[in-house]
């Protein structure tokens, strides 16, 4: 995989991305308390049940994210919180943990414009994702444990069934308008149904918190092969459990990833940062093995 990415001037220091999820989060907490350039995202008194939610101060308000564990939505949010203090606006500038996290957060963004025009009419019957187990258990906590009034739609984007899309839309009252809850662009019919219901909670969760100026970052699983890294997993095949379900994503990733390249065109390009601020965020991110990277768009 060709990477075009932020390349400080003092090119003498090489740093080595993090190999695993803990790795990662611990260089997090470096970039936080030594380095000082981004505030760590933390639990504190948000609401937690059913998904793990935690926050952080960015410019002009606060940013959610959320997932199925605690550590998972820390590093979505160290991510996000970087790619709005280095990109001042600029969608194409993806942060990861590694080049394939970074690829994976950005193929999935860059998806969303061809999501209309791939999904248009071809909705799956709810057969296709209701069996999967994660699937399952995050729509019944959007549902039943939650109680927003929302329904769930599955898509194709692919011919060949190698990526989906899956949007929850709240269920409006009569003239009411009919807005986005939750979506995400997945390897499986399932695994999109899965993340969509889980950006759903952790947007109902946020939303309690009754902030003005919040902003969200919802869940998908570019962070899967980072997170099962090192980690022995017991090989069930039906994916109840979190773990197992990470460790299929795991694999499924760079098929996906293949996928959404030849559907969005999405290649990398070099950038430099403009400014003191964003140089020093690039600077300190390098320095921790972090990736960053700028996309150019549109370019199917």
Same mark, same amino acid.
């Given at each position: 995989?060709?990477? %075009?990415?932020?390349?400080?001037?003092?090119?003498?220091?090489?740093?080595?991305?993090?190999?695993?999820?803990?790795?990662?989060?611990?260089?997090?907490?470096?970039?936080?308390?030594?380095?000082?350039?981004?505030? %760590?995202?933390?639990?504190?008194?948000?609401?937690?049940?059913?998904? %793990?939610?935690?926050?952080?101060?960015?410019?002009?308000?606060?940013?959610?994210?959320?997932?199925?564990?605690?550590?998972?939505?820390?590093?979505?949010?160290?991510?996000?919180?970087?790619?709005?203090?280095?990109? @001042? !606006?600029? *969608?194409?500038?993806?942060? !990861?943990?590694? *080049?394939?996290?970074?690829?994976?957060?950005?193929?999935?963004?860059?998806?969303? *414009?061809?999501?209309?025009?791939?999904?248009?009419?071809?909705?799956?019957?709810?057969?296709?994702?209701?069996?999967?187990?994660?699937?399952?258990?995050?729509? /019944?906590?959007?549902?039943?444990?939650?109680?927003?009034?929302?329904?769930?739609?599955?898509?194709?984007?692919?011919?060949?069934?190698?990526?989906?899309?899956?949007?929850?839309?709240?269920?409006?009252?009569?003239?009411?308008?009919?807005?986005?809850?939750?979506?995400?662009?997945?390897?499986?019919?399932?695994?999109?149904?899965?993340?969509?219901?889980?950006?759903?909670?952790?947007?109902?969760? %946020?939303?309690?918190? &009754?902030?003005?100026?919040? &902003?969200? /970052?919802?869940?998908?699983?570019?962070?899967?092969?980072?997170?099962?890294?090192?980690?022995?997993?017991? !090989?069930?095949?039906?994916?109840?459990?979190?773990?197992?379900?990470?460790? @299929?994503?795991?694999?499924?990733?760079?098929?996906?990833? /293949?996928?959404?390249?030849?559907?969005?065109?999405?290649?990398?390009?070099?950038?430099?940062?403009?400014?003191?601020?964003?140089?020093?965020?690039?600077? @300190?991110?390098?320095?921790?093995?972090?990736?960053?990277?700028?996309?150019? *768009? !549109?370019?199917?």
């Amino acid at each position: 995989m060709t990477t %075009a990415q932020f390349i400080p001037t003092d090119e003498q220091t090489v740093v080595a991305a993090p190999r695993t999820l803990t790795e990662a989060l611990c260089r997090a907490a470096a970039l936080a308390e030594k380095v000082g350039v981004l505030a %760590a995202p933390q639990p504190g008194e948000l609401p937690h049940p059913p998904a %793990a939610l935690v926050c952080c101060p960015v410019a002009g308000g606060t940013l959610f994210a959320g997932a199925t564990q605690v550590d998972l939505a820390r590093l979505d949010a160290v991510c996000r919180a970087a790619e709005l203090r280095l990109g @001042a !606006g600029d *969608p194409g500038v993806v942060v !990861g943990a590694d *080049p394939g996290h970074a690829w994976g957060r950005a193929l999935r963004r860059a998806a969303e *414009p061809v999501l209309p025009s791939c999904s248009a009419g071809t909705e799956l019957p709810e057969e296709h994702w209701a069996q999967h187990p994660q699937a399952r258990h995050w729509w /019944s906590a959007v549902t039943a444990r939650l109680g927003v009034r929302a329904r769930l739609n599955v898509y194709p984007l692919t011919p060949d069934g190698s990526a989906f899309h899956a949007v929850v839309r709240r269920c409006p009252a009569p003239g009411a308008p009919d807005w986005v809850l939750g979506r995400a662009v997945e390897a499986t019919a399932g695994d999109a149904a899965a993340f969509a219901a889980l950006a759903t909670t952790v947007h109902a969760l %946020a939303v309690t918190h &009754q902030l003005r100026d919040r &902003q969200e /970052s919802w869940p998908s699983a570019a962070a899967a092969p980072i997170a099962v890294a090192d980690v022995e997993l017991a !090989g069930w095949e039906d994916e109840v459990g979190t773990a197992e379900w990470l460790g @299929a994503l795991a694999g499924r990733e760079p098929a996906l990833q /293949s996928a959404l390249r030849q559907l969005t065109g999405l290649r990398a390009e070099p950038w430099q940062p403009v400014g003191a601020d964003a140089e020093a965020v690039a600077e @300190a991110l390098h320095g921790c093995g972090f990736t960053v990277l700028r996309f150019a *768009p !549109g370019t199917r």
